[in-house]
């Protein structure tokens, strides 16, 4: 079993940043790509940003240009950094890991979530 566990969300104004944390207990080597989704009230769960284990990242095009995402291979951990937040950034972030279970066959695992709240 695989778990993920996120830090970093919070509040903060229109323009800031934060940095979103989540790392993973399943070894690097087992592990085909790390990611954030996000969930807004009403709104269905989308892809913000992942990351492959061939480093190939891909990103929203409402988060490109303020959001990276990069990972520390040796600790397992994957970051979120988003600058120039607004509003409709508001949302529940999940991580988000593809662990391979065989040779073919990959799982995907999810973190418990965590509140990013952006005032105008």
């Known amino acids: 079993q695989v778990q993920l566990v996120e830090s970093g969300g919070g509040l903060v104004q229109a323009g800031g940043s934060l940095r979103l944390s989540c790392a993973a207990s399943?070894?690097?080597?087992?592990?085909?790509?790390m990611g954030w989704h996000r969930q807004a009230p009403g709104k269905q769960r989308e892809l913000v940003a992942n990351?492959?284990?061939?480093?190939?990242?891909n990103y929203a095009d409402s988060v490109k240009g303020r959001f990276t995402i990069s990972t520390d291979n040796a600790k397992n951990t994957v970051y979120l950094q988003m600058n120039s937040l607004n509003p409709e950034d508001t949302a529940i972030y999940y991580c988000?890991?593809?662990?391979?279970?065989?040779?073919?066959?990959?799982?995907?695992?999810w973190g418990q979530g965590s509140q990013v709240t952006v005032s105008s």
């Open positions: 988000n890991a593809v662990i391979w279970r065989d040779a073919i066959n990959t799982q995907d695992y």
């Open positions: 399943a070894s690097i080597f087992s592990i085909n790509a």
């Open positions: 990351v492959t284990s061939g480093s190939i990242t």
